[in-house]
Structures are given as structure tokens and as C-alpha cells.
């Protein structure tokens, strides 16, 4: 499976953005998908998970609320509203081939290249 990130840029705080990720490989479909994001000299932290089949969802408590994991065919997607400062970050997906919940970068065995979010105050 390979990941393609984008949809990252520049927005002042309370506006939003929706990142994608693009999927290739017959076998991204059966892939639970997540997002991470790092801030310079921070640990890359989870964002959001989604199963397979798009039935269950789960977020970091600093985002839920606020943004939104979905998926289609070869692409997931993550809105995020009501951006913050805090929020900026490089911004990963990634997928991995059981249905566990990792809530940090281990377990998760394919990540895209990374899109950069910037909130200004």
C-alpha cells in the first residue's frame, strides 16, 4: 500500500481544511486508517482512526468534536474545523492491516508522506 497525503496549507484559527490521503494497492480497502500529526520537537501524536469499513471512528480528545475521519473507495479523509494554533503540525495518515486501535505510530506499518498545517492566530 502506498500513501499520498495532501490538502495542507495556511488558515487563520476557526477556519478549516480537509486533508486526503490516496491510497494504491487492491488491498487498501481492507486497511483501518489513521491520522498522526508532529509539531516541531513534539512526538508524532494520534489524530484519528477508522476501520475498514468506515463503522467505527475514534479521535485524540484535543480534536474531537472538531474534526471528522472519513473514507471512500481509495481515499481517506479528515475534515478539520474550528482550527486552532495548537493545531498546527505536519499532518501523516497511515494504515496498517488488523483492526486495532494504535494509538501511537507503532503497529501501523504504511505512512504517507506528511502535509503541513499552519493555524495563524
Known amino acids: 500500500v502506498q500513501l499520498q497525503a495532501s490538502g495542507g496549507g495556511l488558515v487563520q484559527a476557526g477556519g478549516s481544511l480537509r486533508l486526503s490521503c490516496a491510497g494504491s494497492?487492491?488491498?487498501?480497502?481492507?486497511?483501518?486508517m489513521g491520522w498522526f500529526r508532529q509539531s516541531p520537537g513534539k512526538d508524532r501524536e494520534f489524530v484519528a482512526y477508522?476501520?475498514?469499513?468506515?463503522?467505527t471512528t475514534s479521535y485524540a480528545d484535543s480534536v474531537k468534536g472538531r474534526f471528522t475521519i472519513s473514507r471512500a473507495k481509495t481515499t481517506v479523509y479528515l475534515q478539520m474545523n474550528s482550527l486552532q494554533p495548537e493545531d498546527t503540525a505536519v499532518y501523516y495518515c497511515a494504515g496498517q492491516s488488523s483492526s486495532t486501535q494504535f494509538r501511537t505510530q507503532y503497529g501501523w506499518g504504511y505512512w504517507g508522506q506528511g502535509t503541513q498545517v499552519t493555524v495563524s492566530s
Open positions: 494497492g487492491h488491498s487498501f480497502r481492507h486497511y483501518s
Open positions: 477508522i476501520n475498514p469499513s468506515g463503522s
